[in-house]
C-alpha cells in the first residue's frame, strides 16, 4: 500500500537531486488566521523557489498523504470546513477514513522523511508545555526530529512554551540546536531569550554543519534557529505580560492539549491588535527563504 503522493514536480526534483525544502501546513490550517493563512503559505513556497529550491508543502488530503500540493490543492486545504491538525499519531487514520489535516512539525518531519527530503522550514517547533511536569505534555516534534532526522529552519521554540524545559529535553535527546548569526536562543517573537546557543555565522558555516551531520549517518535531526525580523520583534516585557493574559484565560475556558497552542496564539493576535500575526507570517517566510538556500547549496557538490 503506498502512503504517499508526491507530486510531479518534487518528485523529478528529487530523482534528479535539485533541491528541495518541506514545508508544514498546521500554519495554514491552525496557525493564522484568514486571509493571512493562504496569503503565507503561498509566500512561503515562493520564498523557497526564489532562493533556488523547489518547495513541497505537506499535507493530508481526502485520505491521501501529500507532498508538494498544487495552487487549487493549497486553497482547498485552507479552506477545508473538516480541516484536522495532523501530528504523527493521526497519520493512519486521516489516510484510513479520508480525512484531511494540516501537518505539524512533527507529521511533516515524518512524511518528508519517508520521501527522501531534508531540510524543511516552519516558524517555531513544538516543546514541553508549561506545567508538564504534572500532565506530561510534550509536543511530538520532539520525539520525532530522532527518528526522522532533518535539518528544521525555525525562529525557535514556540514562546507559549516551557522554553527552559524544552531546550533541556533537546540536550536528553541528542539534537542539535545552533543559531544563524546569533549567538542566543531566538524566542519566536523575540529577537533573543537568554539562552545561549552555538553561533553560525552565515549560511556557509550551516552548509558545512549539516554536511558533518550527515557524515555521521544523521544521528538526528537538528534544529537551526533564524532570529525573527527586527523591526516586527516584540519587546520582552510586553510580550510576558500578553502571554500571562493569554495563559490566564486559557486556564479559564478549560484550554489544554493541542488546542492550547492555537488558542494562546488567537489570544496573543488579539490582544496585540494583530502585530503577532504580521510577525508570525514574516518569521515563517523569512524561514523558508533561509532553508531554500540551505538547501540548494548543499545541493551542490562539496
Request: charged share 20%.
Amino acid at each position: 500500500m503506498s502512503v504517499l503522493a508526491v507530486s510531479p514536480e518534487v518528485a523529478a526534483a528529487l530523482a534528479t537531486g535539485r533541491p528541495v525544502v518541506a514545508l508544514e501546513s498546521a500554519i495554514t490550517t491552525h496557525g493564522l488566521p484568514p486571509p493571512h493563512h493562504l496569503e503565507t503559505a503561498r509566500a512561503m513556497e515562493t520564498a523557497v523557489r526564489e532562493a533556488g529550491a523547489v518547495p513541497a508543502t505537506v499535507a493530508i488530503l481526502d485520505g491521501v498523504a501529500r507532498v508538494g500540493l498544487s495552487a487549487d490543492q493549497l486553497r482547498r486545504l485552507a479552506d477545508h470546513p473538516a480541516r484536522e491538525k495532523a501530528s504523527v499519531r493521526d497519520l493512519a487514520r486521516l489516510v484510513a477514513l479520508g480525512g484531511t489535516a494540516g501537518t505539524t512539525v512533527a507529521a511533516t518531519l515524518r512524511i518528508a522523511h519517508r520521501a527522501g527530503i531534508r531540510v524543511m522550514a516552519t516558524g517555531g517547533i513544538g516543546g514541553v508545555h508549561r506545567g508538564a511536569a504534572g500532565d506530561l505534555d510534550i509536543s511530538a516534534d520532539l520525539a520525532e526530529l530522532v527518528r526522522s532526522p532533518l535539518v528544521v529552519v525555525c525562529s525557535g521554540i514556540k514562546a507559549v512554551l516551557d522554553v527552559p524545559r524544552t531546550l533541556e529535553l533537546l540536550e536528553t535527546l541528542g539534537i542539535p540546536v545552533l543559531g544563524l548569526g546569533t549567538d542566543r536562543l531566538p524566542g519566536f517573537y523575540l529577537r533573543a531569550l537568554p539562552h545561549p546557543v552555538p553561533r553560525l555565522a552565515d549560511p556557509a558555516a550551516a552548509v558545512r554543519l549539516v554536511r558533518a551531520q550527515a557524515a555521521w549517518g544523521w544521528p538526528t535531526g537538528l534544529l537551526l534557529t533564524v532570529p525573527p525580523p527586527a523591526d516586527l520583534a516584540l519587546d520582552p516585557a510586553e510580550f510576558e505580560a500578553l502571554l500571562a493574559a493569554a495563559l490566564a484565560e486559557a486556564r479559564r475556558c478549560g484550554v489544554r492539549g493541542p488546542e492550547e497552542t492555537p488558542f494562546l496564539l488567537a489570544q496573543l493576535a488579539s490582544a496585540s491588535g494583530g502585530r503577532t500575526v504580521a510577525l508570525n507570517r514574516a518569521l515563517a517566510v523569512a524561514n523558508a527563504r533561509i532553508a531554500g538556500t540551505l538547501a540548494a547549496a548543499l545541493a551542490v557538490a562539496p
